[in-house]
C-alpha cells in the first residue's frame, strides 16, 4: 500500500507563473489536508477536503490559492501567479476519515524565483 | 482558537543525555494531543499521541504525558541516539475540524555522537 504521493518533490516557478502541485492520498483515503511551512515555522493548515467536496478552507489565502480533490484522480493545489512569498514546503496529509489518523507524503517544495 | 507553542530551538545534545521538549496548548472543547517527527527531506511522520487527561503516549523510548492541570504535553527521552537528530512538532486536534491539526512551530534536534 503506497503512502501519500506527491509531485513534483521539488518545483521552481519564476514570479507571475502559475504552481500546481499534486497529492495523490493513501488507498482507501477519501479525507485530504494541505499545509504550508514557510522557513523556520511549523506546519499552517490551509484546506480540507473530501472526494468533489472543500471541508474547510478556512486557512487559504482568499486570492490566487485554489485546491480541489475531483472523484478520480489526485488533490490539486493551484497557485496562480505566485510571488517570492509564496516560497514554502506544501505538504499533504491524507486519512481514511474525519477524525482518523493523518498519513503525510514528503511534501512539494516551490522556490519561486 | 487553538493554538500550541514550543520550546524555542534548536537544541543539541550529546549522545545518551536526557530529553525534554516542552509543549503547551489552548484549545476549544478537549483536544487530542500528538508528537510529529520530520526527517530531513522527508514528511511528517507521527511519534505519539494522548486522547484525555493523564493519558500517556509512548514510542521508541519518547514518552509524552496529557496534563489537563498544566494544559501541557512535554515530550521526553531517557536517551537520546544521533538517529533522532529531526524536527519535532507538537500538534493538536479538536473533533469539531476533523482530522485538523494545528502545529508548534517545530524544535530541532541535534544529536552528537
Same mark, same amino acid.
Given at each position: 500500500n503506497a503512502g501519500v504521493m506527491q509531485n513534483p518533490r521539488h518545483l521552481v516557478r519564476r514570479r507571475g507563473q502559475e504552481a500546481r502541485l499534486r497529492c495523490s492520498p493513501m488507498k482507501g483515503h477519501s479525507h485530504v489536508y494541505w499545509y504550508r511551512? !514557510?522557513?523556520e515555522e511549523g506546519l499552517k493548515f490551509m484546506v480540507y477536503l473530501q472526494k468533489e467536496n @472543500? @471541508?474547510?478552507e478556512s486557512g487559504m489565502p482568499k486570492e490566487r490559492f485554489s485546491a480541489e480533490f475531483p472523484k478520480e484522480g489526485p488533490s490539486i493545489l493551484r497557485i496562480q501567479q505566485v510571488v517570492r512569498g509564496d516560497s514554502a514546503a506544501y505538504f499533504c496529509a491524507s486519512s481514511p476519515g474525519a +477524525?482518523?489518523? !493523518?498519513f503525510f507524503g514528503s511534501g512539494t517544495q516551490l522556490s519561486v524565483l | $482558537? +487553538?493554538?500550541v507553542t514550543q520550546m524555542e530551538g534548536p537544541v543539541t545534545l550529546s549522545e545518551e543525555a536526557f530529553l525534554t521538549i516542552n509543549c503547551t496548548y489552548t484549545a476549544t472543547g478537549y483536544p487530542s494531543l500528538f508528537w510529529y517527527v520530520q526527517y530531513p527531506g522527508e514528511g511528517l511522520q507521527l511519534l505519539l499521541k494522548a486522547t484525555k487527561a493523564d493519558d500517556? $503516549?509512548?514510542n521508541k523510548g519518547f514518552e509524552a504525558t496529557y496534563r489537563k492541570e498544566t494544559t501541557?504535553?512535554?515530550l521526553e527521552k531517557g536517551s537520546v541516539q544521533v538517529s533522532d537528530s529531526a524536527v519535532y512538532f507538537c500538534a493538536l486536534s479538536v473533533r469539531t475540524s476533523g482530522?485538523? !491539526?494545528?502545529f508548534g512551530e517545530g524544535t530541532q534536534l541535534t544529536v552528537n555522537p
Open positions: 511551512q !514557510l522557513p @472543500i @471541508i474547510d +477524525n482518523e489518523k !493523518l | $482558537g +487553538n493554538s500517556k $503516549g509512548s501541557s504535553f512535554h482530522s485538523r !491539526l494545528t
